[in-house]
DNA sequence: CGTCAAGCTCTTAGGAGCTTGACGGTGCTCTAAT
C-alpha cells in the first residue's frame, strides 16, 4: 500500500501538507528526524501514518496530560482502538494490565516522567518500541533544565529502548534549542526538516505605556475594537482574574481567565468554550495555549512581555492559523522587567538552599531511601518541588542518588559549588534570552527582520502589516459592526447552515 | 515594579498614615511498608 492509500483511507487526507510527506517518507527509509513545522496543523500526522507502515509500537513523549488525552480521543474516534495513555490517569489495575500488553498497542503516549521508572521501560523494552516520538521537542530545551529536568533523560529513555528510529517534532526552534535537542536526545544523525518560523499574517505591534493603569485603557480599547475571538497574555494568576473582572465591568461580556491554580475540570471546560467560540476573549498565563489548536483566534495581546522571544513566537503563533490576519500587540512598560526577571529567579534554588540541602543530607552517614529524603526536604523543610528536582539530577549525575537510594557519603565538598555553577550557568542563559525580548522591544528596525535574525533565518516578509516600525493600519483589524448588522434572518435553513458552517472549525 | 497585608508610630483610645517585606509562572507523579 502506497503512503497516498493510508492518508485517504485513514485519516481522510487528499494531499499532504507542507513537510509532511518528506518527513513520513525519510522515516520509512529508517531515518531519525527532527522536524520543525510551523503552527500545530498537521505534525501528529507525520507519526500516525507510519505507524500504519510498521510491525512495532509507536511511543509518543507528549508534555502535557491534556494533550496526550486529546490525541488519544482523536485517535479513537478515527477508528484506531490500539492506543494507550500512560499516565496517572490510569488507576493501578488499568496500569499493570496496559504494561502487561504493550505490544498490543500501536500508539503508546507517556509524559517523560512515568518513563523514569523503571518498570515502564522494562514493559517498552519487551514491547519493542519501533519509532519513538518527541512531540514539542522543544520542552527539553524549554523545560528540561530546570522546570522538568526528565527531559533531560530522554536520550537514556531512547538508549534503553535500543535506538528505534527518532522523530523529534517542534513548532519553533532557534539553533540553540535544536542543538540542546540533539544533545539530550543523543541524535547524532537525524535529518533535519526545518521550516520557516515566519508568519506572514500575523501583524506585530508593541506599544509603550507609562504604567498599569494605562496599560488596562488600552487594553480595554483594544478588547472593544479588535475582532474577536483573543488570547490576553499576563505573567500572574492574580492578574489574569483581575483583568476579567475589569473587562466584564467594561461591557465585554464573554471573557474568562485561565490560569495553572486552577482546578483541572474547570481548565477544561474553559478551554472548550473557547474552542466553540463561546468566548470571545481568554485572559490567561501561559499555562494556557499548548495544544489548543483553534484556527479562528485574531488577536493575541501580552500585557506582559514574556521570558524569552521563543514563548513570545509561540504565543502569537496561536492566532491567525486559519491564513487570514491577525494581530499581536505587545503593551510594555518599564517595570515590566523586574518582574520578569523576578520570575526568572523563582525558577532556580538559591545557593543557600543548596547549601542547606547538602550539608543536610552529610548529616547522615548510611544510605537512606530517596523517597524518606525527599518527604523530608519537600513536607518538613518545605523546599520548592523545582528546586528539589533541580538537586535530585545533579545528585543522580554525580553518582549520589542511584536508583530509590541515596548515599550521602559520596556528597563531596565540591558538589555545592557545582551545583551552584550550574545555577549561575542557568540564570545567565536566562538573562541573556529576556535581553533578546527587550531588543526587540526596544528595536527601531522591523520586527519581524528581528525575529528572523534571532531565529537565523533568511529573507523578509514584504507584506503590508507587518509590523508597527513598518507601518499598520489598525483600523483593518477593526470589528465590522455594519456587516454583521446587516445580516438579517432570512430562514432557517440558511441558518442552520451558517452555523454548520461555523461547526467545522 | 505593583499590590497587599502586617506592623509600627503618633496621638490620645480607635483610627489614620506610614514603612517594610513578601510575592509573582509553566506540570508530572506518587510501587512504600506498617
Redesign the pocket.
Known sequence: MKIEQVLQTKFGFNHFREGQREIIEDLLAGNHVLAVLPTGTGKSLCYQLPAYFMKRPVLIVS??????EDQVQQLKANGEKNVIA????LR?EE??EALRHLAAYRFIY?????LQ?A??IQALQSANVGLFVVDEAHCIS??GH???L?YLHLGDVWQSLGKPICLALTGTATNEVLEDIKHYLQLKDAHEHLYSMNRPNIAMNVEYVE???EKKEKLLAYVKHLQNPGIIY???????E?LTVYLKENGIENVQYY???ME?SERMLIQQQFLENQLDVIC?????G?GVNKRNVRFVIHFQPP?QLESYVQEIGRSGRDGEDSIAILLY???????AY???????PSSDIVFYCLSTLRTNKQAM???KVEDHFLFTIGI???HW?FLRYYLQKEGVIVG?TVYPSLVQESLHEKIVDAVKERLQNKYRKYTAMKQFIHTHECRRQLLMRYFEEEGLSEKINCCDQCGISLDDYKKRENLKKKRIFKDWESELRILLRQGEE
Open positions: 508534555p502535557l496530560l491534556s494533550l496526550m500512560l499516565n496517572s490517569f493501578e496500569k499493570k507517556a509524559s517523560p516522567e512515568i521508572n518498570y515502564v524549554q523545560w530546570d522546570f522538568r526528565d504604567g498599569v493603569k499576563c505573567s500572574s494568576r492574580a492578574l489574569t483581575e490560569h495553572g491554580g483541572s490567561c498565563t501561559s499555562a494556557f499548548m521570558p512598560h518599564e517595570g515590566d522587567d523586574e518582574l523576578s520570575l526568572l529567579e523563582m525558577e532556580l531511601s530517596l523517597k520548592q518541588e523545582t528536582r530509590d
